[in-house]
Structure formats: structure tokens, C-alpha cells
Antibody, heavy 127, light 108 residues
Framework: QLQLQESGPGLVKPSETLSLTCTVSGGSISSSSYYWGWIRQPPGKGLEWIGSIYYSGSTYYNPSLKSRVTISVDTSKNQFSLRLSSVTAADTAVYYC???????????????????WGQGTLVTVSS | SYELTQPPSVSVSPGQTARITCSGDALPKQFAYWYQQKPGQAPVLVIYKDTERPSGIPERFSGSSSGTTVTLTISGVQAEDEADYYCQSADSSGPRGVFGGGTKLTVL
């Protein structure tokens, strides 16, 4: 059974860089069928897709965050990581990693969803 | 930017049917997906490709699509179904995600 686990500091100072890692177990991050994504949720608010990466290193980012986001992958460790620079209090959120299924099937359409998700980790931006 | 619109809240009594809608201009061209999120927990996929139900999800959860609106229907609502529900789709063919604002389902 595929499992994902986020890790990283729970407190980041304003203007610094937030760094999180997602460790994948029960399956290979190098599978050609999947992307790997980051999603966040500010306290009491909704979900926001941050970006996704393919095992080859191809990345796709939310345009609203693109200038500050870097997602990378380490296939040897079965991990992928998120870096968000110049953080402010508005970046305080629970950060989730998830497997991102994206597939074009001829005659059917394009599939594009997130499953499963990690348990999430709260990152607070505060001095 | 592309948006998916959901009602902020829906309330039903136990045993009744709950319907949660999600509207977006790209929905006629893109599949929709639904997630259930209970307090303090990660979202869980309950419907994929508009109408498909993952294994382990109760049969009372179903999805439908009509034009620019998709609907999550929960038949015979139970107290354990009280949660936030999010729709998700994409505005293009790339591996991107767009989420609706979420709907809080209250079981009276």
C-alpha cells in the first residue's frame, strides 16, 4: 500500500525559505504512470495546489506561486521536496504531499487527480 | 484564473440525500474529482472521473455531470459523512490541479 509522509521544520521565519520533504513508501517514485504533488491548506481555509513533479524532473507550478516555488525529486531516496522562498504569514498552512495521477487515455480523456495523500504537516511562518 | 465554485455549506438530516454542486467552465471538457476531509485529517478521494467510486468508498456516494456543473450525491446520509467536501479538476490538459472552495456538510 502506497504511503506518503511529509517532514520538515514546523516553524519558519518571515522572508526565509520553507523546505519540506515527502518520503514515498510502498511503491517507486520512478513509476512512469505518476506525478507527485504538493497541496496546502491555510488554517480554516480550502485546498490550494502548489505544484507537481515527474520522476524525470519535469515540473508544473501554480502560476500564483511559480516565482517562489521549487519542487525537486530524489529517485535514489524515493523522495520529492518543496522549497518556497520569501515566506510570509500568508504561507502558514498544512502542507500535504500526494501522488498525482495524470494520464491521457485515447478515446476517453485526461485523468488528473490526487491519491493517496500524506497526513500533512503544519508550517507556521512567524518570527 | 480558472475557478471551481461550490456552495459553502449544505445541511441534511440523517437518512436524507445530500447534493453538493461544483461549477466551472472547463468541466464539460475535464473530468471532476471529489474529496472528503474530516477535521484534522487529510483529504480522501471519494469520486474520480466524474462518476467512478474508489474501492472502499460506500455505495451511497455517487457523482454526476451535466454541462458546467458536477454533483456529488450522498444517499442515506449518515452522521459519519459530516465533513468538508472539495471538488477538483483542471483548466488544461497539463498535470495541474484546481480545487473548489469546499462545502461543509452538516448532518443535523
Amino acid at each position: 500500500q502506497l504511503q506518503l509522509q511529509e517532514s520538515g521544520p514546523g516553524l519558519v521565519k518571515p522572508s526565509e525559505t520553507l523546505s519540506l520533504t515527502c518520503t514515498v513508501s510502498g511503491g517507486s517514485i520512478s513509476s512512469s504512470s505518476y506525478y507527485w504533488g504538493w497541496i496546502r491548506q491555510p488554517p480554516g481555509k480550502g485546498l490550494e495546489w502548489i505544484g507537481s513533479i515527474y520522476y524525470s524532473g519535469s515540473t508544473y507550478y501554480n502560476p500564483s506561486l511559480k516565482s517562489r516555488v521549487t519542487i525537486s525529486v530524489d529517485t535514489s531516496k524515493n523522495q520529492f521536496s518543496l522549497r518556497l522562498s520569501s515566506v510570509t504569514a500568508a504561507d502558514t498552512a498544512v502542507y500535504y504531499c500526494a501522488r498525482h495521477i495524470h494520464r491521457a487515455v485515447a478515446g476517453t480523456g485526461i485523468y488528473n487527480w490526487f491519491d493517496p495523500w500524506g497526513q500533512g504537516t503544519l508550517v507556521t511562518v512567524s518570527s | 484564473s480558472y475557478e471551481l465554485t461550490q456552495p459553502p455549506s449544505v445541511s441534511v438530516s440523517p437518512g436524507q440525500t445530500a447534493r453538493i454542486t461544483c461549477s466551472g467552465d472547463a468541466l464539460p471538457k475535464q473530468f471532476a474529482y471529489w474529496y472528503q476531509q474530516k477535521p484534522g485529517q487529510a483529504p480522501v478521494l471519494v469520486i474520480y472521473k466524474d462518476t467512478e467510486r474508489p474501492s472502499g468508498i460506500p455505495e451511497r456516494f455517487s457523482g454526476s455531470s451535466s454541462g458546467t456543473t458536477v454533483t456529488l450525491t450522498i444517499s442515506g446520509v449518515q452522521a459519519e459523512d459530516e465533513a468538508d467536501y472539495y471538488c477538483q479538476s483542471a483548466d488544461s490538459s497539463g498535470p495541474r490541479g484546481v480545487f473548489g472552495g469546499g462545502t461543509k456538510l452538516t448532518v443535523l
